[in-house]
């Protein structure tokens, strides 16, 4: 199985500051990789599809990119409604599978 | 606009039988396949199994294999995860999630319930 590590756990910021999460996998995944959002109380949010396409109606300051085993989500100025558990996961291989999630937080 | 809704949340005992469902909005219900998560409490998402409405077909991650059952109602656009005898490790958020690509599961889950709480106490 394809085993998905997230980093860092959690990351402390700021609202308007700069965010890059960071998400590794096994194998090579080439670029069937996704990213979700997750509020307390909510369901997960799709975000990113591809490694690094916006999903429908998902703010441009969201960015993703990567490829192979390396990815990394992006959000250019980070607002409040942002603070949340991001989530990688990857369908690529059989079974698909989540990252441990990064919580970001305010700082 | 496609939706998944879950059945309510539930407190059970172990040993108890519980099934516990997910039903669509849309006509093309049948075209996707549908996936389970589950979120332990404070933890992360884990990808449990997935079903094909179309044919019943059903695959397991290993390590649900056994544990639980996913099945199907076409008639009512339902699926289903069911377990024969619950367990406290049981206790968690069950989420179904449509895989986006009509007929695979090489896919994003882009559509999600809101999710049922199941709560097994020992």
């Known amino acids: 199985e394809v085993v998905m590590t997230q980093s860092p756990a959690t990351l402390s910021v700021s609202p308007g500051e700069r965010v890059t999460l960071s998400c590794r996998a096994s194998?090579?995944?080439?670029?069937?990789l996704a990213w979700y959002q997750q509020k307390p109380g909510q369901a997960p949010r799709l975000l990113i599809i591809?490694?690094?396409t916006r999903a429908t109606g998902i703010p441009a300051r969201f960015s993703g990119s990567g490829s192979g085993t390396e990815f990394t989500l992006t959000i250019s100025s980070l607002q409040s409604e942002d603070f949340a558990v991001y989530y990688c996961q990857q369908y690529n291989n059989w079974p698909p599978a989540f990252g441990q999630g990064t919580k970001v937080e305010i700082k | 606009e496609v939706q998944l809704v879950q059945s309510r949340s539930e407190v059970k005992k172990s040993g108890e039988f519980l099934k516990i469902s997910c039903k669509g909005s849309a006509d093309s219900f049948t075209t996707y396949w549908i996936g389970w998560v589950r979120q332990m409490p404070g933890k992360g998402l884990e990808w449990m199994g997935i079903i094909y409405p179309d044919d019943s077909d059903t695959r397991y991650r290993p390590s649900f294999q056994g544990q639980v059952t996913i099945s199907v109602d076409r008639s009512t656009s339902t699926a289903y995860l069911q377990w024969n005898s619950l367990k406290a490790s049981d206790t968690a958020i069950y989420y179904c999630?449509?895989?986006?690509?009509?007929?695979?599961?090489?896919?994003?889950?882009?559509?999600w319930g809101q999710g049922t709480t199941v709560t097994v106490s020992s």
């Open positions: 591809g490694a690094s």
């Open positions: 999630a449509r895989h986006s690509r009509p007929g695979s599961w090489y896919a994003e889950m882009d559509v």
């Open positions: 194998q090579n995944l080439i670029t069937n």
